[in-house]
């Protein structure tokens, strides 16, 4: 049985690594760890902070948690990442991903995390790439297990579509950047 998730917003983080030395917020249910110190969560809550890089997170997460590799729920929301690090496409059980609120402007950001495999939920809004035509078609063609996507369902037309998009190799063009004002 896992635990809470393990919160660490709002807490001015500049750095994934940041989150060792610091204490995880309180949470109504309780926290429990290990003999070593280690949580039993599969959640994380980095949200609300200025991270602008994910370097760490690689040797983070196995100082944080009991099973590292089980990470299921990551929330990213509200920092400063201009890129989807592709440290992100080794948390293989990773299930649901919030990026909405940072400052990803290229779309093709958004290949990486078609690589995983049980990915069902991401939120992306609040990014320039949002302003991008067919945003949301390109997003559920390049993860294919979405369920939710901008906390709203990925209806079966908009899969199909998707669908019909992505082999037909039409489409935008993804590297396309926003440009900031």
């Not at 100082?63 to 293989?92: C, G, M, Q, Y």
Request: charged share 20%; proline share 4%.
């Amino acid at each position: 049985m896992f635990g809470a998730p393990l919160d660490f917003s709002f807490k001015c983080l500049s750095s994934v690594a940041d989150v060792v030395s610091e204490e995880p917020n309180m949470s109504v249910r309780p926290l429990r760890r290990n003999s070593e110190g280690k949580f039993s969560s599969r959640s994380l809550r980095l949200n609300n902070n200025i991270i602008s890089d994910l370097q760490g997170l690689t040797d983070t997460l196995p100082a944080l948690f009991t099973e590292p590799k089980r990470l299921a729920w990551l929330d990213l929301s509200f920092n400063d990442l201009s890129h989807i690090h592709p440290v992100l496409t080794e948390l293989t059980e990773l299930r649901v991903l919030y990026l909405h609120g940072n400052s990803v402007s290229n779309l093709s950001e958004v290949d990486k995390l078609g690589t995983l495999p049980f990915l069902h939920t991401v939120t992306l809004h609040g990014n320039a790439m949002e302003t991008v035509q067919g945003y949301r078609g390109y997003v559920i063609s390049a993860v294919p297990h979405l369920k939710m996507m901008d906390f709203s369902a990925v209806t079966k037309q908009e899969r199909v579509m998707a669908s019909i998009w992505h082999r037909g190799g039409r489409g935008l063009k993804s590297t396309k950047k926003i440009k900031e004002d």
